[in-house]
């Protein structure tokens, strides 16, 4: 049976990252800065799909890598228009918690972006990403044009012959509409700091990532 302690640190990290999420954006939950869906209007810049479980935590290790000059947090892979949080968090839609990142060719490869992916989620989970359950948390590599398709799936082929996992449960899939999410998802990492930690931590993201690249 599982330990009452545990649960109750499960269910608390489940309403940061989950629940409480509807709640965070009060009257401006349904605010979007972005336009929907996103069109990428800088013919100097380039742009990439991720999926890797709640969007929260994947913009920060995109941020860091010199050459991407924005990650939005939002909805794709599904067929659905205007996805919403509620839609998406209460399995209405087909779409996936991602990211979208825009980056600069001449500064940083695909091939980079698509390494940080993997050493930034658990691939070997099939059911959604740490304490985050279901088929909107699940993690995909949406490729854009042929080019990245192979990059990706010769990408997957190398981490699966690298020894460090049982499985991949990674999907690679063509890209489809990006729609941004709600304005107060965005940046969530530097707008609320201490929450956006606790989860990290407390989900079992940071710990596991840490046990299989290091600090």
């Known amino acids: 049976m599982m330990r009452l302690k545990h649960l109750a640190l499960m269910l608390a990290f489940a309403a940061i990252c989950c ?48 050459g991407v000059k924005g990650v939005i947090s939002g909805y794709s892979g599904g067929k659905e228009k205007n996805p919403t949080y509620q839609d998406v968090s209460y399995g209405q839609t087909s779409h996936a918690e991602s990211v979208l990142v825009l980056y600069d060719p001449q500064q940083v490869s695909y091939e980079k972006l698509v390494d940080t992916f993997w050493r930034s989620v658990n691939p070997e989970q099939d059911d959604g990403q740490f304490y985050d359950k279901g088929e909107h948390y699940k993690t995909y590599i949406f490729y854009g044009n042929a080019a990245e398709k192979i990059i990706a799936e010769k990408s997957k082929a190398e981490v699966a012959a690298s020894g460090k996992y049982t499985r991949i449960a990674v999907q690679i899939k063509e890209a489809k509409e990006f729609w941004p999410a709600e304005d107060y998802h965005q940046g969530y990492y530097k707008k609320n700091p201490a929450e956006y930690y606790r989860y990290y931590e407390g989900s079992g993201r940071k710990a596991y990532i840490e046990s299989k690249w290091g600090k």
């Not at 709640?23 to 800065?33: H, V």
């Not at 999926?51 to 860091?64: D, I, L, N, T």
């Open 19 to 66: 629940g409480d999420k509807a709640e965070a954006g009060g009257n401006n939950k349904e605010k979007f800065t972005f336009e929907r869906p996103f069109v990428n209007k800088d013919p100097k810049l380039k742009s990439a799909i991720f999926a890797g479980g709640c969007f929260w935590c994947m913009v920060s290790p995109y941020e860091k890598i010199k």
